[in-house]
């Protein structure tokens, strides 16, 4: 018996890595190879299962496209080969803005609440790095919330940094769970997530752009009753005054 080392976990994690990658691109892939059998042999001659096929292909053909692109995107971070870069910002506004975007674009009934320093605040943040992330976060708030429920905003400042919560009442993630949300393809549940269209690397990327902003990323949950995802960034109050 020998204790595992750290090369034969990192060489464990990489083989499962390749297994989960090929996996998530042979599901689409077969899916998109039997409807287009099923049009060639003759749906596509049916005015209603033609259009239906079709779009299933597209749609597969879509998530297989984020799912590359989040693939690339991981691979970059893993060679050091991504530059963030960071722009002065405040982060109330910043903030403001994203979600007037999902506001105006949201197809279900859910309710924003904003609470919000009054002042501004200033962080120094690469703005589109940050929008992905907190995308993602929305994105999967708004998933997993249940019609007529609240999606609550939170930027609190402390002394040396601010912590930005976006809290649902959705489905919550199991406590056993909590941790492996932020890992490469970790999903709760694959067949629900795979419907609502994840790739399960989102949270994934998140972590590392967060970490790269030299903050932190967590998640508090309570099943049945919602989830709560948390990150920190740097924040120096009186770098303001220096710069203003
Ligand atoms: P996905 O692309 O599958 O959404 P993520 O990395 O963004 O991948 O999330 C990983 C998993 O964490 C999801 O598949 C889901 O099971 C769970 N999860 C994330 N956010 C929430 C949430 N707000 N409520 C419940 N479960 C969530």
Redesign the pocket.
């Known amino acids: 018996l020998h204790d595992v080392t750290e090369q034969e976990k990192l060489d464990a994690e990489r083989r499962d890595f390749v297994s989960n990658v090929s996996h998530e691109l042979r599901t689409p892939l077969t899916t998109m190879r039997s409807y287009l059998e099923a049009l060639k042999d003759g749906a596509m001659k049916d005015d209603s299962l033609g259009p239906r096929f079709l779009s299933i292909t597209q749609l597969e053909t879509e998530r297989m496209i984020r799912l590359v692109n989040d693939l690339l995107q991981l691979s970059k971070m893993d060679r050091r080969n991504f530059d963030i870069h960071p722009t002065w910002v405040d982060f109330v506004t910043f903030f403001n803005y994203i979600i007037d975007r999902f506001e105006m674009t949201k197809e279900r009934n859910v309710n924003f609440r904003r609470l919000f320093p009054k002042e501004a605040v200033f962080v120094e943040i690469d703005e589109d790095k940050l929008t992905q992330v907190i995308d ?1 976060i929305i994105s ?2 708004l ?2 919330s249940p019609e007529g429920g609240t999606i609550t905003f939170r930027i609190k400042v402390l002394d040396d940094k601010i912590e930005v919560s976006i809290s ?1 009442q ?4 199991p406590k056993e769970n909590i941790q492996k ?1 932020f890992e490469r393809f ?4 694959r067949a629900r ?1 795979r419907q ?1 269209g ?7 990327i998140a972590k590392e752009m967060i970490g790269a902003h030299g903050g932190d990323i967590w998640a508090k ?1 309570k099943e049945g009753k919602g ?1 709560t ?1 948390l990150f920190t960034l740097p924040y120096d109050p009186g770098q303001e005054d220096d710069w203003l």
Do not use: E, F, P
């Open positions: 993602n999967n708030a998933k997993y649902d959705g489905i919550g993630i949300v970790y999903r709760v549940d997530t609502l994840g790739t399960g690397l989102g949270l994934a949950s989830t995802i």
